[in-house]
């Protein structure tokens, strides 16, 4: 399978960072409630092959889990969508390279985790809570997530959002170095499925699986908008310093090499 050299996708994430600034707001809106309805899909896929296992198959039921967890990203990333935490690193790689300004950047991760939250509510209650996929016999599983989540203080939490922001903006900047669709499905598998597996927090994740605990009685918004902002600070630490800044100053791509085009299939992706 052919790649883009690292060098090549620090130019692709510069350009692709640009293009979302851009973006007018309907776009961003609607592929953002897409990408938000895809990982809380993909985290209700996690819940329902763990929730039933045997106690005792301890870390591997966590493995199985993960495995499936990242069909999420794969559905966000080649099928169409907007997710925060993938334009927490190619937004910060492209200002970095003075293609875009600071407000830009602002604006939007602003309107993304807006509709990430949507698009993570909607499945949370349609699918979570009146169809009961994330309560009855998965209810357990649910609660004992979200309450992993939210009994972290701030300091944890933030460590935690670096950690998977990390590997999630990876997952994303591997997708970019894939030329055809099983190796870019490749690239966003193994990061994402480790991330899941050690047990990070992603802050769209979250937007999901905490209101699924809270629609059946199980939590609190307030645990929820306590657990919000270290997760997210950590998710936008993790991809703007240990992705974008870390490659834009190994490779600093020219203003010249910035004007490569992404493949079709890669334009206004995560």
């Known amino acids: 399978m052919s790649f883009h050299s690292p060098k090549e996708v620090t130019a692709i994430a510069v ?6 600034s851009r973006a007018p707001l309907p776009y961003l809106l609607v592929l953002g409630c897409l990408a938000g309805a895809y990982i809380a899909l993909g985290f209700m896929l996690d819940i329902h092959v763990t929730a039933s296992l045997p106690a005792d198959w301890g870390s591997f039921g966590v493995f199985l889990g993960a495995s499936v967890f990242p069909v999420g990203l794969v559905l966000t990333l080649i099928a169409g969508g907007e997710l925060l935490t993938g334009n927490m690193m190619t937004l910060p790689i492209a200002w970095l390279a003075r293609q875009i300004s600071f407000i830009s950047l602002l604006r939007n991760w602003f309107w993304i985790t807006l509709a990430n939250f949507a698009g993570s509510i909607v499945i949370a209650w349609f699918f979570g809570h009146v169809l009961g996929l994330t309560e009855g016999a998965f209810l357990a599983k649910t609660v004992a997530t979200a309450q992993a989540k939210i009994s972290a203080d701030f300091l944890h939490a933030f460590i935690s959002g670096i950690g998977c922001n990390w590997l999630v903006s990876l997952a994303v900047w591997l997708a970019y170095s ?3 669709v099983a190796s870019k499905i490749l ?3 193994f990061p994402v499925m480790a991330f899941v ?10 937007m999901f699986v905490i209101p699924a605990a809270i629609f059946a009685g199980q939590a609190t918004w307030a645990e929820y908008w306590g657990n919000f902002p270290g997760v997210f600070l950590g998710n936008a630490a993790g991809g703007a310093i240990f992705v974008a800044l870390v490659y834009y100053i190994a ?6 090499e910035t004007a490569i085009r992404a493949p079709a299939a890669e334009r206004g992706k995560a």
């Open 251 to 256: 490779y600093r791509p020219l203003a010249a």
């Open 178 to 180: 894939g030329k055809d």
């Open 187 to 189: 690239g966003i598998w």
């Open 197 to 206: 597996d050690l047990g990070f927090q992603h802050v769209v994740a979250n």
């Open 15 to 20: 350009q692709m960072g640009t293009a979302k």
